[in-house]
């Protein structure tokens, strides 16, 4: 497993009360618990589609990613993140994101976490014509690094970046740290850690 592919929100940085913050504000919604697990899952033009119509999309989309630049400032990595991707890289490991965030928030965040350093590839919602579950994404990153997709490991908060990872054929964690809900065991992971510092052993104890 040289090629370690990592979701961004949720996985490697807790971003997600900022967004239902701004989506709940956009929509003037309130959503519950499974509406919040359900819009992670989708990219945010599709879900402003659903509730605001075509037209309103556009807007709301263009303020959503304004404020997400903005947020980016105050957006925290996990606590292990830092130590966990400076240990892959030693190693001799690649480093890549495959996120369904915009490509301009995205990089902004990485940037202004500090992890741009250990990222070879950023791969966002932008950037594929299909959006996780699609392995589309993971596709493309086993082109650029003209790897083997059995040499692949994707890390992931979601269902969708597990259904993305085993669809794709490439070993599939789930990350199932982030605060926002409880979570429940994941049949679709070959792996599953409800702490970011027990992932970073068990990487330790495989690479």
Known sequence: MKYWIFDLDGTL????GFYFNVVEKIMNKTMSTEERKHCVSLHASDLFKHHLGEE??????????KINVQ????????SAVEELL???????????????????????TVEITGLSKYIDHLI???????????????HKLQQLYNCKV?????????ECDMEAGTTAGAFSVRASWHP???????SLAHKQFHSDQNFLSWVKETV
Request: proline share 3%; aromatic share 10%; with cysteine.
């Open 13 to 16: 940085v807790d971003s997600f």
């Open 56 to 65: 309103k999309a556009k807007e709301a989309l263009l303020e959503l990613r």
């Open 71 to 78: 947020d980016s400032w105050d957006t925290q990595k996990f």
């Open 86 to 108: 400076s240990y892959l890289k030693n190693k001799g490991c690649h480093v890549s994101i495959f996120t369904s965030r915009d490509l301009n928030s995205a990089k902004y």
């Open 124 to 138: 966002s919602g932008d950037c594929v014509s299909a959006k996780k579950p699609s392995p589309e994404g993971l």
């Open 150 to 158: 059995d040499e692949m490991v994707m890390i992931g908060d979601h």
């Open 180 to 186: 926002h809900w409880e979570h429940d065991a994941c």
